[in-house]
């Protein structure tokens, strides 16, 4: 697998906490997206760390495509 697995074609609303690490799935076939799950194990994908810098919700990118990973930038409208 080349391209990563387009997950949904919406963003994933997370409320996150400030100072806490979160692991965005970046090959699409986690069961518990946005974050990762393992589910990459034996292609080249390896999740994305990213440490919240304060507590409020953000918009993760769902499709697996946007050109700002971790977060949605609209590129699931195109899809």
Same mark, same amino acid.
């Given at each position: ?15 996150? /906490?400030?100072?806490? +690490?979160?692991?965005? @799935?970046? &090959? ?5 997206? =946005? #974050? %990762?799950? *393992?589910? $990459? ?11 919240? /810098?304060?507590?409020? +919700?953000?918009?993760? @990118?769902? &499709? ?5 990973? =971790? #977060? %949605?930038? *609209?590129? $699931?409208?195109?899809?």
């Amino acid at each position: 697998m080349s391209q990563p697995h387009v997950a949904r074609k919406t963003p994933c609303a997370v409320d996150v /906490e400030q100072g806490q +690490q979160y692991y965005w @799935c970046t &090959c699409g076939l986690s069961d518990k997206q =946005p #974050f %990762c799950t *393992g589910a $990459h194990k034996g292609s080249s994908f390896i999740p994305l760390a990213w440490t919240a /810098e304060e507590t409020r +919700q953000v918009f993760f @990118c769902g &499709c697996k495509q946007t050109k700002n990973p =971790p #977060f %949605c930038d *609209g590129s $699931h409208a195109s899809l």
